[in-house]
């Protein structure tokens, strides 16, 4: 070190040479305790908004829509997660953690709503894509920085419901020729493996409700493979227009078809015979006749059918779902004449007596499967009453499953599993999770029927199982 005394400043110095100036850096106490929970426990650690359920990773102090405070509100989200977003850093500079080129990525764990930026490796950059399901690394030796996670790298692929399913023994059906007396004695065969179906989308539900909602064919493809990993046998489909309206336009709806079997094979496809409003009753059984789907919705009765406020009763759209006998039958015979299984849709148990009428000209063959739907403004709201008396109503060897609108769908696929029946999920029917929060897709709400399922014991179907279960034959 050496000091250098300046020209007019006889009492000051210049000092050449280096001062060490220790200090401690510190992140604030919810960036802290972040920090220190992936150094001392290797969990990573979101807050969440007790007012909108937003989870925000990294933690803050306050809430970015509603302003509450929630630098308490600490819950622990997932090592894996999606790339939502990445970019390569080309360039090498000394504060860089890495030698370039390396990949900095946005990724959005599972269990928090917001993404945050991270190294990842352990692969190609060229193979790096948006949607990559990733993994987190931790350090081998500490940090006391973010660096504590070392870096991401790809997940393993998950075996999906239906893989892990396979290695169990497989379901057969026992010689019970009369299921309907065995439903009345209040003795469900548990053992029975419970069918998932996700709804997609319906004729309704908009990105402005859920941003999740699929339009596009790709779109439908990669949601419909989610929900199959998750555990549906079945997936149930209204086609769209790249803007979100509802199609019956045989083209668009074939391509949204082929494009969800080839991404899964092995998926069961239902479509919609009720496609949208101002659709005539050929337009709406031609498509069906024409893709031979394994499955079609098959409605049984006229009926008011709007969206409706449902604090103040204030009327949004009023609308007359037209389903006449006539329309019943014919839509009946045309599904059976080629091979798609009729779903028999019962908004209410007079849908129910309307089909075991018009059935009785041998229309139907068994199983019959029949979907119990609640909630409709127009239909009828989910009460567990009324639940076992439409059950109770069912021809022998009939199936039942059930779905609901709103609040009012996990309720009724409980008690459709509690009583032997199946259950149907989806962002036509419900946009939300248990708690309140937006569905990240039709695949999250299989989940909870997955658990549903689990939690009672009930083991869930294969497609093969489901097949057997319903009277589909295999194309």
């Known amino acids: 070190m050496t000091k250098i005394q300046m020209n007019g400043y006889e009492d000051s110095y210049v000092i050449e040479g280096k001062m060490a100036l220790p200090y401690t850096y510190f992140a604030g106490r919810v960036g802290s305790k972040f920090i220190t929970t992936i150094r001392d426990q290797k969990k990573i650690m979101g807050v969440k908004c007790p007012a909108c359920n937003m989870v925000y990773l ?50 959005k764990l599972d269990g928090a709503d917001t993404p945050f930026m991270h190294i990842l490796e352990e692969c190609t950059i060229e193979n ?31 075996l999906s419901v239906h893989e892990i399913n396979a290695a169990r023994k497989q ?22 493996p419970v069918i998932i179906t996700a709804a997609l989308t319906g004729a309704a539900t908009m990105r402005n409700q859920n941003p999740s909602v699929p339009y596009k064919p790709e779109e439908f493809a990669e ?18 227009e790249d803007g979100g309206m509802t199609t019956h336009d045989h083209g668009r709806i074939k391509a949204t078809f082929d494009a969800i079997k080839d991404r899964c094979p092995d998926l069961i496809v239902n479509l919609s015979s009720a496609v949208g ?4 009753p050929e337009q709406r059984i031609s498509q069906i006749v024409a893709i031979k789907p394994d499955m079609a919705s098959l409605n049984t009765n006229t009926m008011n059918f ?23 039958q014919d839509f009946g015979k045309a599904m059976e004449e080629n091979g798609v299984k009729p779903e028999i849709e019962c908004y209410d148990i007079g849908g129910l007596d309307n ?57 009724c696929i409980m008690q459709s599993c509690i009583l032997g029946g199946h259950m149907r ?51």
Not at 141 to 155: G, M, S, V, Y
Not at 277 to 280: D, E, H
Not at 311 to 323: A, H, L, R, S, W
Request: charged residues 25%; proline residues 5%; aromatic residues 8%.
């Open 128 to 158: 790096v894509k948006i949607g990559m399901n990733v993994e987190a690394v931790f350090a081998k030796e500490t940090t006391n920085t973010i660096l504590d996670i070392d870096h991401f790298k790809p997940a393993a692929e998950r």
């Open 223 to 240: 949601e419909a493979y989610k929900c199959w990993k998750a555990g549906a046998a079945m997936v149930h489909a209204h086609a769209r």
């Open 355 to 411: 089909t075991l009428l018009i059935g009785k000209q041998g229309i139907f063959s068994d199983p019959m499967n029949f979907n119990f739907v609640w909630g409709v403004a127009g239909g009828q709201a989910f009460r567990s009453e009324a639940f076992i008396a439409m059950m109770n109503a069912l021809p022998a060897k009939a199936n039942f499953t059930t779905c609901g609108v709103g609040t009012d769908q996990y309720p």
């Open 171 to 192: 379901w057969v059906p026992a010689d019970e020729p009369d299921t309907q007396e065995k439903r009345r004695g209040g003795r469900p065969d548990m053992s029975k």
């Open 277 to 280: 409003m101002g659709v005539t």
């Open 58 to 107: 990294p933690p803050r102090q306050v809430c970015d829509k509603d302003f509450t405070d929630i630098r308490d509100k600490w819950v622990e989200v997932s090592n894996t997660g999606t790339v939502v977003n990445f970019t390569v850093v080309r360039y090498d500079d000394k504060h860089l953690p890495r030698k370039a080129p390396f990949v900095l990525a946005l990724i």
């Open 425 to 475: 999920v989806g962002l036509e029917d419900n946009t939300r999770m248990p708690n309140g929060a937006l569905a990240k897709g039709s695949y999250e709400q299989v989940e909870v029927a997955v658990s549903i399922a689990n939690a009672l014991g009930r083991p869930v179907a294969t497609t093969a199982e489901a097949r057997l279960i319903m009277g589909l034959r295999k194309r």
């Open 306 to 328: 709007g969206i409706v406020e449902r604090k103040t009763g204030k009327i949004f759209i009023d609308y007359v779902f037209e389903n006449t006998f006539t329309m019943l």
